[in-house]
T-cell receptor
């Protein structure tokens, strides 16, 4: 079975600082990987996804993530945090092939200090 | 112009009642999903339908019954509501899953509170 692990439940950064949200996956074969963002009282929005085309994936709002097979990681980064980035971030994994069931990590709350 | 919409947005009800949540997507997608987000914000898939056919059915109590009248709609009916059913329920849709991974688009969620 596939799974993702998001260490920690809360990350706090200052505005303008680097954002780093960690995600490690467990899968017998390289899966598809996703980062979703959930703003307060809203649904989930896709930030970016890894589909084996390129290991460095750029997403919306200045976010990017790098797939590292040797580390089974897919960490999310943004060079400079903005107040509007404060939200809940979910890493998710999906098997390749016909079944597109998403398995989510437990999520990380990002706070941005002025 | 909302891509994936859900009604109602909030639902407060008593234990033992039966309730339904409706979902509609106007993206022309063939596949729809229901996810449950608990109080700790953990998200877990419940069901998936592909063109009105059930393709994913996770370990969900029989009190939960999805119904897809057409590929643009996926409703969730819950019988005999229990306190533990309190959660946020998200509907999502995507193109047909296949060799190329498809992005799932989520609705705004329905916040269910069972008293």
């Amino acid at each position: 079975a596939q799974s993702v692990t998001q260490l920690g439940s809360h990350v706090s950064v200052s505005e303008g600082a680097l954002v780093l949200l960690r995600c490690n996956y467990s899968s017998s074969v390289p899966p598809y990987l996703f980062w979703y963002v959930q703003y307060p009282n809203q649904g989930l929005q896709l930030l970016l996804k890894y589909t084996s085309a390129a290991t460095l994936v750029k997403g919306i709002n200045g976010f990017e993530a790098e797939f590292k097979k040797s580390e089974t990681s897919f960490h999310l980064t943004k060079p400079s945090a903005h107040m509007s980035d404060a939200a809940e971030y979910f890493c998710a994994v999906s098997p390749t092939g016909a079944n597109s069931k998403l398995t989510f990590g437990k999520g990380i709350t990002l706070s941005v200090r002025p | 112009d909302t891509a994936v919409s859900q009604t109602p947005k909030y639902l407060v009800t008593q234990m033992g009642n039966d309730k339904s949540i409706k979902c509609e997507q106007n993206l022309g997608h063939d596949t729809m999903y229901w996810y449950k987000q608990d109080s700790k914000k953990f998200l877990k898939i419940m069901f998936s339908y592909n063109n009105k056919e059930l393709i994913i059915n996770e370990t969900v109590p029989n009190r939960f019954s999805p119904k897809s009248p057409d590929k643009a709609h996926l409703n969730l009916h819950i019988n005999s509501l229990e306190l533990g059913d309190s959660a946020v329920y998200f509907c999502a849709s995507s193109q047909v899953p296949g060799v190329v991974v498809q992005t799932q688009y989520f609705g705004p969620g329905t916040r269910l509170l069972v008293l």
